[in-house]
């Protein structure tokens, strides 16, 4: 079978045609990686390139000289943006995004800047300005890590920590996120609220016991404490204002607020001014009610 001969110039186009998309889909030295955590509603992004080792051992002070202002990446300077504003090695950083930068050095602490320019190129060191943010961080040791890797090794309720790393040093980075409810409450706001409550289910099925639901306050916080426990080993909630008299419902463990649920509420009742109980529900749905103990 003979095939028939395509023309050179027609070859020539297609390849001319194919060499965009060859070109988008090639290998770079320091591929580009983005990480984001969320913790109570504040997002936290990081977008950065991802340089490897390569076998070097002397990243800091030799390929990365002492003193100088060094991006903890490649190519386009790290970023970090922040969907709210939160606190950072102790400085109030705002909504924005910043060029993140580091300042090396041999036998101090490092300098962490956060510069409200955020294209700028990892090669523009920049200088100190009074519209940076400016900490000081100590490095630490850590195990050899061939890529630049950034991560969010730990994450809590109010905050996360920050973490980076190459070669065999990184440092980590506590962040602290607003509250989108209140966490403390006044000894005054409490006092209305405070006391014993007969608790019940509404549900008809329940199998859980009535119980006494004592309001308390505690370290700032207000908080109904279930005895017997409910389920077991639900023992206490944590009570977040929402409004006058409704408290968004705040799941306790280990006497640390592990999670909260704003669409679950306790809404207190009252007579003549006097609070004489709650209901415990979801919008118009009310899954228990709690009467003042006399």
Known sequence: MRFPLIPFAAIAAVLLCAAPR?????IVASERALVAQTVDGTRITVDYSRPRARGRTNIYGGMEKWGITW??????ATTLEVSKPV????????????????VLREREPWTLVLDPRDSLFHTDHPDSTAQQLRA???????????????????????????????????????ITVPPSLPLLVSAEAAAPFLGDYDFTWTDSTSTEKPSRFTVVRRDGKLL???????YGTL????????????????????????????????????ANGAVTGFVYGSGSEVFARGIRRK
């Open 22 to 26: 060859l070109l988008a889909a090639q």
């Open 71 to 76: 991006t903890p990446g490649a190519d386009d």
């Open 87 to 102: 606190t950072l090695l102790g400085m109030t950083v705002p909504k924005g995004r910043y060029s993140v930068w580091l």
């Open 136 to 174: 000081p961080i100590v490095p630490r040791v850590v195990p050899q890590t061939e890529v630049l890797t950034w991560s969010f090794p730990a994450v809590t309720t109010t905050g996360a920590t920050l973490d980076f790393r190459w070669g065999t040093l990184g440092v980590e980075i506590p």
């Open 224 to 230: 109904g404490v279930w005895d017997p426990a409910q």
């Open 235 to 270: 023992r206490e909630m944590q009570l977040l204002s929402n409004g006058p008299d409704v408290f968004a419902y705040g799941f306790v463990r280990n006497g640390e607020l592990w999670s909260t649920n704003p669409t679950l509420t306790v809404k207190f009742e009252r």
